[in-house]
């Protein structure tokens, strides 16, 4: 079965950096459209970062210039490269398969991501 397995989540303190991943089976990450979503307490899941199969990249205004989205083809991962961490990026961060082309199909389970100091 297709599995996104995120990692990488934790508590940092402001101005810090994680990097997300995603571990993709069953599903090839170079020819899909794959995106990152966040969700906050009492919030609707937003869409912060995509890739197309062919490159090209998306942000959310809001994290624009700090959030870098990226793939390794060779090992079939996606990743979510966050610097300058603020309190409002806390959220659970979720890897998803449709990006800004469709309504994603395959989600992962989620990681936490904890701003803080």
């Known amino acids: 079965q297709v599995q996104l397995v995120e990692s990488g989540g934790g508590l940092v303190q402001p101005g810090g950096s994680l990097r997300l991943s995603c571990a993709a089976s069953?599903?090839?990450?170079?020819?899909?459209?794959m995106g990152w979503y966040r969700q906050a307490p009492g919030k609707q899941r937003e869409l912060v970062a995509a890739?197309?199969?062919?490159?090209?990249?998306n942000y959310a205004d809001s994290v624009k210039g700090r959030f870098t989205i990226s793939r390794d083809n060779a090992t079939n991962t996606v990743y979510l490269q966050m610097n300058s961490l603020k309190p409002e990026d806390t959220a659970v961060y979720y890897c998803?398969?449709?990006?800004?082309?469709?309504?994603?199909?395959?989600w992962g389970q989620g990681t936490q991501v904890t701003v803080s100091s």
């Open positions: 998803e398969r449709g990006g800004t082309r469709f309504v994603g199909d395959y």
């Open positions: 069953r599903i090839i990450v170079s020819i899909s459209p």
């Open positions: 890739i197309t199969s062919g490159g090209s990249t």
